[in-house]
């Protein structure tokens, strides 16, 4: 089991802060920071789909304020699985083509999510949009991601 180095507390005085750690940069940088939370795990949201999308590992962590002090709070946010085996060569191009296809529609339902205001996903959450991407056609995930985005306008 990896451990990781725990996320300084940024400086200054308290607000709402994100911070991530890319294992080969072995340090940590604020990836946003304001004011009010919202805006906050938003960039967190949108950074996380970016950097995992690359296949880059990263780490993220959340601080804020909390009785006039600062708090690390507590991301929902995973890190990325490790890779699993591939195939062999002769069965390897339509399952990786299946992979990326239900990847891509995972991604597209949590951009659907980030824009409806729902950042703070529970593993049940992550579990739900996973079985989302892998039952549903492109179509159809792109119809949801556009509900989603109507209602985050709203």
């Known amino acids: 089991m990896e451990t990781r180095p725990e996320s300084p507390r940024p400086q200054g005085a308290p607000r709402w802060v994100a911070m991530y750690r890319r294992p080969a940069e072995q340090t940590w940088r604020a990836a946003a920071e304001s004011p009010h939370r919202s805006p906050v795990l938003h960039a967190l949201g949108e950074m996380t789909q970016t950097l995992r999308a690359r296949g880059d590992?990263?780490?993220f962590a959340l601080w804020g304020p909390k009785d006039g002090d600062w708090h690390r709070f507590d991301t929902p946010l995973k890190?990325?699985?490790?890779?699993?085996p591939e195939p062999e060569a002769s069965a390897a191009e339509p399952t990786i083509l299946a992979e990326r296809m239900t990847a891509r529609r995972h991604q597209v339902l949590m951009s659907g999510l980030s824009r409806?205001?729902?950042y703070d996903l529970s593993p049940e959450d992550d579990a739900t949009v996973q079985a989302l991407a892998e039952r549903l056609d492109e179509a159809a995930v792109r119809r949801v991601a556009h509900w989603l985005a109507v209602a985050g306008a709203r």
């Open 116 to 118: 409806a205001g729902l």
């Open 79 to 84: 890190q990325a699985a490790s890779p699993r």
């Open 57 to 59: 590992e990263v780490a």
